[in-house]
């Protein structure tokens, strides 16, 4: 597989505090990756370093073959990060900041596809303010697709979405996956990062204490002797609550 993200030593020091301690780590190309931990972990530090975001203090990251240090530029062009809610004008509507960023990335996009591909065509002359908590977050990441990125970086993505809205979300990233692009997420939500990640780092004080597939952490710590104190049921209340509502779309 090839490697689209590659970290060597990566070292973040705010005065004598080191939030990043010598991280190494590679994504590869078309995989869904978590970073994983605590607040405080250093994970977003680490991604924001990766999206050009921000200065390290040593160590090297090539994204898709450049340089970090010689180039970060190019970086900026082939990825795509999510925006925050505060990164909107609150009087145009969808179609309109899809145009207005497209204008920014000096790219003709047509608007209602990419709002068809995140199931958003119906709300195109809405604004951003006037969307739901689960359209918001499918509206920000298609901000991430305008510039056809190669990667994208989404940091909690579902945090307060109802089960509902988490599902409908999983699926537009899975299917983002599945047209090529490379996903880096992070959660704190450990169902969220099972069922979508190929692969995950965790992180604890500034370091990597794992990383693997989710299958092989767990079947690692089952190896271990590891038991939980409580027979696991076939489903959960997340199950029954969609079960109960229903699996298409809705407004909330």
Known sequence: MKKIIEVSGLVKKYGAFEAV??????????????????????????????????DKTSGTVLVNGIDLDRDPNAIKKVIGVQLQTSGYYPNLNLTQLIELFGGLYNRKVNAGE?????????KAKAKFKEL???QKQRFSIATTL??????????????GLDPQARRNLWDLVRSIRDRGT????????????????????IMESGRIVALASPDQLIDDLVASGFERPKEVKK?????????????SLRES
Do not use: Q, W
Request: hydrophobic letters at 40%; one cysteine or more.
């Open 21 to 54: 301690k010598g991280l190494s780590f590679d994504v590869y190309e078309g995989e869904i990756f978590g970073l994983l931990g605590p607040n405080g972990a250093g994970k977003s530090t680490t991604l924001e370093i990766i999206e050009t975001l921000r």
């Open 114 to 122: 990419l709002l068809e591909s995140v199931n958003l065509r119906d």
């Open 132 to 134: 739901s908590g689960g």
């Open 146 to 159: 305008i510039n056809e990125p190669k990667i994208i970086f989404l940091d909690e993505p579902t945090t």
């Open 182 to 201: 490379t996903v880096i997420i992070t959660t704190h939500y450990m169902d969220e990062a099972e069922f979508l990640c190929d692969r995950v780092a």
């Open 235 to 247: 489903a959960n209340l997340e199950d029954v609550f969609i079960a109960m509502t229903g699996h």
